[in-house]
């Protein structure tokens, strides 16, 4: 305990637009890290827009505390991008908390990108993690690329799931390499154990579990099923998530009458996934693009072969004896995808817990809270940059872009000063902080069986409690009637 | 524990993430952006090829040229609707027989139509542009010139923008392009007076801008050696006929013509080193239609 308060404590923020009740990649990276990092006794709050009723402050395990602002989902979960109009709201929040990192997730989230930047205004340090990859040709992808640029211009570091979402986002953002850190993605091997007494004896059972859209490969999929059926009588094939692809399935299935070889389970709760993964023998990913895959990782972790089509980070990720990697076209996908069938017959796969035990100790959330914590570390001894130097790392973006950029970035400067006029940062009221220690003391009763706590971390998260903390929502209330008085002022 | 860190350091640093390689998450290794190519599917243009090919547009800009001369000529006095209609039918007669040689020639029939197929469908169309032509005629009559004209211009110029010039790009649409021809024929087609104008106007329209350009297409793509010609046929025929009233037009035309077939192709063969399109393992895979069936 000592060992972990003796440590510098950093005051994170992470912020996103992706967070629970919504499920994803994104949103239980989010949380997992989280997790992690107040285990190491570090302050992390979360901020994301509202969903449904889900609106002002919410408390996760471990007292993790939620900010769902009064910004509507516009587009995709993501709020309007409007640049200033967040900003009072979310200095108020910054300040409150004593906030001095802020993590911002996913190229996409709109909320993440201006926190990030009014962070970058006020001083406070940024972290960045981009968890997809984006193309260069079209013209949508120019426009996000521009964004993401001028995002991350002043950004103190990028942390990307894979090599080669890396070079991606140096290539779009037009960043210096050694300001970008590759953090892998984790499982929790807790919740992927493999259970061999659930698989169907006498069967190889291909699984799948995939949102049922082009960009997962599913007409790759549907191409290759039939041939595979036909030729191996004992494969069967099992079909988790839901999409606009799953009626070309169907249809294959219908058409060439597979009913009792494909089954499809439709939509799955991210907790089923265990359960329909321990009765695969191989899962194949026919993805066409990919940042990281958690997907192969949590099959490896239940034991599973995987087949996958060889784009983005995929090579990267799982050691070659527990992957058998094609290229994306019909041809390739099911001659490698006959390999591990064969190799399942011959019993020269590696066996389901031996790969668990490998798989166990690659890719934890510890470790990525730990290497995390090193670029929080590393962010937080960087000298501040003058306001100068932040203006010309703007201008630096390009001919007409660069010079639109420093306007942005000076009118934020501006209402800062407004802001500091209206609602003075002294008058603003610090938050008060969980006793830290009643978290700490349930933990260490619990100490001895680190997996059982986390496991049940997790659990504890599904049913949410809705321990809304009264006088921290009453705050924020207060806050935004502050907020409201203040912009009527102006 | 120092050799065991040299022969770490030593070992060559691969791109995986399963290994723990001894190296700070920031890392940078020279094999660094390695799989990175540009401009991999990069044409190189010979410039008077794509002189020739510029004639596709041309001869579209030639054929609303042409159509608007017919309508000139008719509102002046100087082209009755009889010899119009004469013309254009005999003219799209000897296309049709064009047509079926090079079908027949070449062996290239998709559908599986008849000549009395073709037949009925001619006489279905000239017999609803008569029966309706009486409504034509007056349809627009109270609106006023100025408006008709603009509606006009920019009918034309929407058949030229969605025209199918044989790219495939979005905003293609061979619909939404014929639609634009005949609403710009049937707002003409009310400041002419008699219900033949509008009969010869309409089915002129439907002639110059539906089968004129699926039959310079069949052209296209079996006798190629034929483009030049037409190209610069269209364009003689088409400035001599607007310079007999208007010789603004007629040079602007001529400008317009030049700028396209000659400059125009030089500009893009003059950007094209200027490309830089990138390539890498992070691309969306492409899937190769072959069967899903």
Known sequence: ?490 | MTTKMVDKQQKRWRKILYEDQSVPDNYVDSSFLDELQKNLHTRKYDYWTVCEQSGEVTQQISSLGLFVVAYVYMENGWLSPHTLFTITTTLTCIGYLLKVYIDHYYQDTTSNRTLLDDIKTALVFAGFSYGLSPVLVSLTETISTDTIYAMTAMMLLGNLVFHHYGANAALVSEALSLNAGLFASVCLASRLHTTWHSFSTVTFSIEIFGLWPMLRRNLRKHIPQTQRWLTFLLMIITSMLLWTFSTVAAIFYITLFLFITFICPAWLVSLQPLKNNIHGPWDEAVIEEKKVS
């Open chain 1, 1 to 490: 305990m000592n060992n972990c308060l003796s440590l510098r404590r950093h005051n994170v923020c992470m912020v996103s637009d992706f967070f629970y009740p919504n499920m994803g990649g994104v949103e239980s990276h989010i949380y997992q890290l989280s997790q992690c990092l107040l285990e190491k006794g570090h302050k992390v709050i979360i901020m994301t827009h509202f969903y449904g009723d889900r609106k002002g402050v919410r408390y996760l395990t471990n007292g993790l505390k939620v900010y769902y602002l009064p910004f509507p989902a516009f587009y995709n979960q993501c709020i309007l991008p409007t640049i200033y109009i967040t900003f009072p709201l979310v200095r108020n929040i910054l300040i409150k908390e004593q906030i001095t990192i802020v993590h911002g997730h996913s190229a996409f989230s709109t909320l993440a990108h201006e926190t990030m930047f009014h962070a970058r205004t006020m001083g406070l340090k940024t972290v960045f993690t981009d968890h997809s990859l984006f193309g260069f040709a079209d013209a949508s992808s120019i426009l996000t690329n521009k964004i993401l640029q001028f995002s991350l211009a002043d950004c103190n570091h990028v942390i990307c799931v894979s090599h080669t979402s890396k070079e991606n986002t140096v290539l779009r953002a037009g960043l210096d390499p050694k300001e970008v850190s590759v953090i892998p993605n984790a499982v929790d091997a807790t919740m992927f154990v493999p259970d061999p007494s659930k698989r169907h004896p006498g069967k190889i059972t291909v699984v799948v579990v995939s949102r049922l859209v082009y960009r997962k490969g599913m007409d790759l999929l549907a191409g290759i099923i039939p041939d595979v059926c036909q030729t191996h009588p004992d494969v069967q094939f099992i079909i988790g998530g839901d999409g606009p692809k799953r009626i070309l399935l169907e249809e294959v299935r219908e058409r060439h009458e597979l009913h009792d070889r494909v089954k499809m389970l439709g939509l799955l709760e991210h907790r089923k996934v265990r359960d329909v993964l321990v009765q695969g023998d191989i899962l194949i990913n026919t993805s066409l693009t990919e940042a990281f895959c958690i997907a192969i990782v949590e099959a490896a972790c239940c034991g599973l072969q995987v087949v996958s089509t060889k784009v983005g980070g995929v090579p990267e990720v799982l050691p070659p004896d527990l992957i058998y990697l094609a290229e994306p076209n019909d041809q390739s996908l099911r001659e490698e995808l006959e390999r591990a069938i064969a190799d399942k017959r011959a019993g020269r796969n590696v066996p389901p817990f031996m790969a668990h035990n490998r798989i166990k100790l690659l890719y934890t959330w510890r470790d990525v809270a730990h290497r995390t914590e090193r670029v929080y570390k590393r962010v937080a001894d960087l000298v501040e940059r003058e306001t100068k130097e932040r203006l010309s790392r703007y201008y630096s973006c390009g001919p007409l872009s660069g010079k639109l950029f420093v306007i942005a970035a000076v009118l934020n400067i501006w209402f800062m000063c407004f802001l500091q006029i209206f609602q003075p940062r002294q008058k603003i009221e610090i938050s008060p902080e969980l006793q830290r220690s009643h978290i700490l003391k349930s933990n260490a009763n619990q100490k001895n069986s680190k997996e059982e706590q986390r496991s049940q971390k997790r659990t504890l998260l599904e049913c949410e409690d809705s321990l809304t903390n009264g006088t921290s929502s009453k705050i924020l209330r207060r806050s935004n009637r502050k907020r409201t008085k203040s912009k009527e002022e102006l």
